[in-house]
């Protein structure tokens, strides 16, 4: 099973805990982290300080995605270390974590949207 989860919500962690953010609050007790689907923190901040609406970052972030699964699709073998590590990650139960307390607009809703789309994966979204 791979679920999504707020760093704040221990009670929907399942499996290993794994950071899809730029950070970790101290003292997480996570096992991994997947950086290539942490947002940028200009975007995050261009959202957070009102620069762009949800709906521009949105747009954007799945481009991001978009461009990372080009990346997997063209890496030679082991030329990114993250990719091997997304593949046993995944295989596996796990909690993709990263701050916001709801995921209606937060990233971590993407990345659920993405995987089920581009890898047939199940994840639930808490």
């Known amino acids: 099973m791979i679920r999504t989860a ?4 221990p009670q929907d962690f399942v499996g290993k805990l794994i950071s899809i953010s ?9 096992v991994g982290k997947l950086r ?6 200009n975007l995050v901040m261009a959202l957070k300080h009102g620069h ?10 799945k481009g991001q995605l978009d461009d ?5 699709e063209c890496a030679p073998e082991n030329a990114l270390a993250g990719i091997h590590m997304f593949v046993d990650v995944l295989s ?13 607009h937060c990233h971590r809703r993407l990345v659920a949207e993405w995987l089920e789309r581009e890898f047939g994966m199940t994840v639930e979204v808490r």
């Open 68 to 72: 990372l699964r080009q990346t997997i």
């Open 92 to 104: 596996e139960d796990c909690t993709l974590l990263c701050w916001e307390h709801t995921p209606a």
């Open 36 to 41: 290539m689907f942490a947002p940028p923190r």
């Open 22 to 30: 730029g950070s970790e609050p101290p003292g997480a007790m996570i």
């Open 52 to 61: 762009i609406t949800w709906e521009q970052y949105e747009e954007i972030y």
């Open 6 to 9: 707020s760093y704040f919500n």
